[in-house]
């Protein structure tokens, strides 16, 4: 019987259903791309929380990390859907560079500070960490475009 | 001819979208569903209750601002079956397998 089926459909027919199966595919992963405030937010939030714990202000973390939570519920609140998780070869590469690129300008920052001062050191280290979050981010969200295959502004 | 994997509760029109717009994401909201379909709420039900009734799409209920959200995902059978049928469209159009299908 589903043999049946198959043969009366045209291959048109059976092509439309893979073009209507991209269409979704692509509407779907337009609503996930990742807006460009977000990527920026992650990354100052980041790069604040790297000059603090530079500086020696660790009792500020917490009110860096809850904006970062409020940063993520801002950007699922009004979303209507939520991104699968994929934890890809790319997404190991990249925690594996950030965590020990987090202890190591915290630390870099401590022992320079006798050389920068004690408001530049950790400045500078947050600022790094800030652009090294950003491009990770701006890389993330080609990705999405690539695979929405549109280039769309803001 | 090698048909086991076309699935006809999937292949309806509706159904592969619901299908299709699923498969990237987590879960997604009703509204959001029902936007993108272009269908009214009680076609959107419909189809999404013959999802469910094989397993392939659960549902689970959210309150936000004391106002209820409905959101649905594919289950990983629905993924599967989803994924199988995907192939095998690919498959049956193919150039190829086409004099197969004609005769």
């Not at chain 1, 589903?2 to 045209?10: A, F, G, L, M, T």
């Not at chain 2, 009680?42 to 094989?54: D, F, G, R, T, Y």
Request: proline share 3%; charged share 25%.
């Amino acid at each position: 019987m589903v043999e049946k089926e198959i043969q009366n459909e045209s291959r048109e027919m059976l092509q439309e259903s893979l073009d209507s199966i991209e269409k979704m595919e692509q509407a779907a992963l337009k609503r996930v791309v990742p807006p460009l405030w977000f990527g920026a937010s992650i990354a100052l939030l980041a790069g604040a929380l790297v000059a603090l714990s530079a500086a020696g202000l660790r009792e500020y973390h917490v009110y860096i990390i809850l904006l970062m939570v409020l940063v993520l519920v801002g950007k699922s609140k009004n979303l209507g859907v939520s991104v699968r998780k994929n934890h890809s070869k790319l997404t190991v590469i990249a925690m594996c560079i950030l965590i020990p690129l987090f202890f190591m300008l915290v630390a870099g920052a401590q022992a320079i500070s006798g050389m920068l001062g004690n408001v530049w050191a950790p400045l500078s280290a947050g600022g790094i960490l800030s652009a090294v979050v950003f491009v990770l981010s701006l890389f993330e969200r080609r990705c999405y475009i690539i695979r929405v295959g549109v280039e769309q502004g803001e | 001819m090698k048909i086991n994997r076309f699935d006809t509760v999937i292949h309806a029109p509706n159904r592969l979208q619901i299908c299709a717009f699923l498969a990237p994401l987590e879960e997604a909201e009703f509204q959001v569903l029902r936007a993108e379909l272009d269908v009214s709420d009680s076609v959107l039900s419909k189809h999404i209750k013959q999802l469910e009734e094989v397993g392939y799409l659960k549902q689970r209920k959210s309150k936000m601002n004391g106002r209820q959200r409905t959101w649905a995902c594919l289950t990983r059978k629905g993924r599967k079956a989803f994924a199988c049928h995907v192939e095998e469209l690919k498959r049956l159009v193919d150039p190829a397998n086409q004099s197969r299908l004609d005769d």
